[in-house]
């Protein structure tokens, strides 16, 4: 018997018409396709197998774990690999790159599925709300099964479905987002850490960036359903939650009852059994000094803020549509650390923006040696269709792009290895998170700040907090020994 939230899908009544609340709606679909891979798997005498890819970033592997928990309850087994019954691609449109793979990843999929003709292939995510993206994958790759977008992922059961009754390409993408559906299954990656979304969407529009045009207005969760999901989440063995936003520093100021990220962050902090919470990602112009407090006072918040600085000029800040300055964003940095000083400061920069001069460039260089950051990643400006920056001019040169970008790339990551040995030599909690692939009789883990440590261990420290002593600093991750061993 399968059963999920006390639903058991197998006495679901399928002969009726499906009921039109939800998430009714969705059992009843995850139902008839339960049908549907009993039968096949009969047929077959094997198995079906299922496999979601995912793209992008933590937004994405969120979702990518609720489509999974859908997968399992239809019935699917999880695969390994492309060579499965169904592949799904959660896609990632930030930078040309992502789409690049993707479309490089689909003529793969087509020489598979020449081989197993039954196979299905669907496509979802930030990438699916590109109009210009569903025309080139109408025309080129017709042998695509299913396409949904960002505001419709609960409705894979249902889509699925209809993929399997009607012969052709299903698409189906929303412009905007309707009510969310929360209460589905969901296949978490980790048993003892999860990411919580807090809100959805961007408002921001920096110059550059396609997000909120793919993933639609900002919308908060209400605290009592986040604060809900995470009791449940540690009531089932979580011990760390990452709460998810494209600026979670504007958390709840559209709420009926207007409530900041700080506070939220101190009712998280009060649920018995959380150890640690993170979350993603803040936006300087909304950081505030309660939340700086926040995070000083509240034990279980890690020693870890991201903090995209995307260019050190000011005059670049500006038409990014950034809305603060390097000086403002130089202070911020210094209350942080004065406030946490065991704080890991992490960033995102972009290099290559149109307009951008080598003094434009200087600054940010000038930024990265004052902050002095754990670890920054650094990004070539990619033209999104759409944006503001894509019309502007000035466009900069790919060979001085590149020539830019192995600077900074040189610098931060000098600073990096000085920065990050800080911790050397003392006693650290540390969340084992999985066995070492490449070392036997090791394990590896994360420091509170976010960094990796490999140590000796074995299986039955997964997902246990423990004291480890840090004896080594390679860079960008330790080596230690378990501090009593
Ligand atoms: N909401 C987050 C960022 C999400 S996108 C924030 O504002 O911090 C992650 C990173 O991708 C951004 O911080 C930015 O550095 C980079 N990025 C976004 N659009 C880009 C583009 N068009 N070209 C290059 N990098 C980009
Ligand atoms: Fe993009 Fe800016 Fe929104 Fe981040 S804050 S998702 S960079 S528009
Ligand atoms: Fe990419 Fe969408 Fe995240 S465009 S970075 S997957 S919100």
Redesign the pocket.
Known sequence: MQMFNNVDFDSIDITQEPPEEEPARQYYFIAKCRKYVKEQSERLGRPLFSVVRTFG?QMNAKDSEKLAGVLKQIGFCEGTCEEADLVLYNTCT??DNANQKVYGHLGYLQALKKKNPHMLIALCGCMMQEPEVIGRIRKTYPFVDLVFGTHNVFLLAELLCRRLNEKGMVVDIWEAARDIVEELPARRKYPFKSGVNIMYG?NNF?S????PYVRGRERSRKPDEILREVQKLVADGVKEVMLLG??VNSYGKTLDKPVTFAWLLRQVGQIEGLERIRFM?S?PKDLSQELIEAMRDGGKVCRHLHL?L?SGSSRILESMNRRYTKEQYLELASRIREAIPQISLTT???VGYPGETEEDFQETLDVVRKVRFDSAFT????K?SGTPAAAMEGQVLESIVKERFDRLLKEVQQISAQVCARDLGTVQPVLVESVNGHQDGYVSGRLSNNLLVHFPGDGSYVGQIVPVRLTQAKGFYYMGKIEGE
Do not use: A, K, M
């Open positions: 970033c930030v930078r961007c920096c550059y960036c396609i997000v494209q600026n990602t936006h995209p995307q995102d920069i972009i990004f070539i400006y990619s999104r």
